[in-house]
């Protein structure tokens, strides 16, 4: 932290951790972003793209939070229909037998929102 003038990154404030961002690009660094879950589908064959963006939707509307939907997703084609691939690695048929049970787990719980809501 010697760059910002302090003992301790907590201490940096915005011109600071500039100078620090600065430093580091000036050294080669680069600013890496993280990777989102569900970049990989873009690079899918495109007759597979359209069921695997049904299936991250329907688990979006599930409630499965951000980070967590594509385990979750292989865990359901795991527990119900015994497929214990990754999602990349599914075939078609797969991917429409997860789909239709995400389909139909978003259906219940949209009705159960609905009675108690």
């Known amino acids: 932290m010697?760059?910002?003038r302090v003992k301790s990154s907590a201490e940096l404030d915005f011109a600071g951790r500039r100078a620090v961002i600065d430093h580091l690009k000036a050294c080669g660094f680069?600013?890496?972003?993280?990777?989102?879950?569900?970049?990989?589908?873009?690079?899918?064959?495109a007759d597979r793209r359209a069921l695997?963006?049904?299936?991250?939707?329907?688990?979006?509307?599930i409630g499965i939070e951000a980070g967590k939907q594509k385990n979750y997703a292989e865990g359901v084609a795991r527990?119900?229909?015994?497929?214990?691939r990754k999602l990349e690695m599914m075939d078609e048929g797969e991917l429409w037998m997860l789909a239709a049970a995400l389909e139909h787990t978003?259906?219940?719980?949209?009705?159960?929102?609905?009675?108690?809501?």
């Open 2 to 4: 010697a760059k910002a």
């Open 30 to 45: 680069k600013q890496q972003g993280k990777p989102r879950e569900w970049d990989w589908v873009n690079k899918a064959a």
């Open 52 to 61: 695997l963006w049904k299936i991250r939707r329907c688990c979006i509307e």
């Open 79 to 84: 527990r119900q229909h015994h497929i214990d």
């Open 106 to 117: 978003r259906r219940s719980k949209a009705g159960k929102d609905e009675i108690n809501g």
